[in-house]
């Protein structure tokens, strides 16, 4: 039987860890390379690392910390942010990553995400999708660059749109519930995962193993992702398991 | 001993390396048929597409090494795409001829509503049969899998494990000193780490 998986999320500046708000007012939580060795031996069941910086966003950074990572955790490894171009990925996955998110590049031209799936399969492209409700209209509507960039296409045709031209996984995050540990949004989790035709990992507002436990029994999705729950106080994932084993949620057997 | 993993450009050698080196063993990537000559173990690693892996296994006259080496009675292991490549023949980008050690061909898995493809995540593992390089590995350990494709053998014997997603299909295959995961040990933690150490530890008799 496939596994629920729990997955933390490793946001980083200039290699650093940090953790923002509502997509803002970040702070610094850390070495992502000492965070990533915890992780691995508190039997999280995959990491995602983004890299967040606005002004000056490279891949470089990334190539340094996946050499770093991939020689002490032997668990599946995604890594995104500022992702551009099939070279960008290729060197990614050259050197230890799994898996490339793509968020902003497939806005611009999507054909980012069929280049890297025709070259390392659809399993290797995460298209990650962050999103903020209308309050006026009651619509998500869809942000690139970081949270900065409204983009002019509705959350359906984005989701369908990137799976048609090979996704292998969809990653929805909400900026309203970033960083501010009160719970998932489950009810954009439910239509993303209507919408979807892949597995779905979820991300934005954990604050507690409760919430977790919510979208597990409410929503399909394969895969919940978190930040602050894992970042601050004594929580980490094999907690966050033996809390949500009781619920008849399968995990993975070690 | 020297541990060779054979470099098809097909994608993430790197972890593989880096497993069998934290293990502590001697290892490096085989780029050239010379290398064949002085190491003990191959493993073929590989993500990606049987068509293309076998365009290198071509452009680099891999294929009569390999064979070579195998009927030596040397440990081989393929990994995911390696052990597809174990098979006869595989589907995936227009019919193309594998390495032909383990009988059988590589297809499609099938895809149901409640079982998207590709199969990604954590899965258990059904040992049928006892082997030296399941050793120490408990009965139900879940590997992370990641694949859109799987082996069908033409006979029994060969399934050594098996994984149940939508339907059962096998997921360790076992021909004398050949055997194939369609797992990632490199990625399945301590689990994974113990199959890769045992491997290392086996003379390839069964």
């Known amino acids: 039987m496939l596994k629920k998986r729990i997955i933390p999320v490793q946001l980083l500046i200039n290699n650093r860890l940090v953790k923002t708000i509502k997509f803002g007012n970040y702070r610094d939580v850390g070495n992502p390379v000492t965070s990533s060795k915890i992780y691995s031996a508190s039997d999280a069941d995959e990491l995602i690392f983004l890299n967040i910086n606005r002004d000056y966003r490279t891949v470089e950074q990334l190539l340094t910390l996946i050499e770093k990572v991939s020689e002490v955790c032997f668990m599946p490894l995604s890594l995104g942010g500022g992702i551009k171009t099939l070279k960008d990925a290729e060197q990614l996955l050259k050197n230890g990553a799994d898996k490339i998110v793509v968020n902003s590049a497939s806005y611009r031209d999507r054909t980012i995400i069929s280049q890297i799936a025709d070259r390392f399969g659809t399993q290797a492209v995460i298209v990650s999708i962050d999103t903020k409700l209308n309050e006026s209209t009651k619509e998500y509507q869809l942000y690139s660059n970081c949270g900065r960039q409204l983009e002019d296409i509705s959350l359906e045709q984005h989701v369908k749109e990137s799976i048609e031209k090979g996704a292998g996984e969809i990653f929805i995050n909400s900026i309203d519930r970033d960083g501010t540990m009160t719970g998932y949004d489950i009810d954009l989790i439910k239509k993303v995962f209507e919408y979807s035709s892949v597995p779905v990992i979820a991300c934005g507002g954990a604050g507690n193993f409760g919430h977790m436990k919510d979208v597990f029994l409410q929503t399909g999705v394969s895969a919940l992702a978190c930040g602050s729950l894992f970042n601050f106080g004594d929580n980490n994932p094999i907690r966050a398991k033996a809390f949500l084993s009781n619920y008849g949620l399968p995990f993975k057997v070690i | ?206």
């Open chain 2, 1 to 206: 001993m020297l541990v060779g993993i054979l470099d098809l450009e097909m994608g993430n050698l790197r972890s593989v390396f880096n497993a069998f080196y934290t293990l502590g063993y001697e290892v490096e990537i085989i780029k050239d048929i010379a290398q064949f000559d002085h190491i003990s173990h191959l493993v073929i690693p590989g993500v990606g597409s049987y068509h293309k892996a076998v365009y290198h296994l071509d452009g680099k006259n891999f294929r009569s090494p390999i064979r070579k080496f195998a009927e030596r009675g040397k440990p081989l292991l393929g990994i995911c795409l390696g052990m597809h490549l174990l098979s006869e023949y595989g589907e995936e980008g227009g019919r193309n001829q594998g390495l032909g050690l383990i009988g059988g061909y590589v297809t499609k898995l099938a895809s149901t509503p409640n079982f998207p493809i590709p199969h990604v995540g954590w899965n258990t593992i059904k040992f049928r049969e006892h082997h030296p390089v399941f050793e120490g590995v408990k009965y139900g350990i879940d590997c992370y899998f990641v694949h859109s494709y799987h082996f069908v053998c033409d006979n029994q014997k060969y399934i050594y494990g098996t994984t149940d997603y939508g339907k059962e299909f096998v997921s360790i295959i076992v021909g004398k000193n050949v055997i194939g995961f369609q797992f990632h040990p490199e990625k399945s933690q301590s689990n994974g780490l113990k199959l890769l150490e045992n491997f290392c530890n086996w003379d390839g008799v069964c």
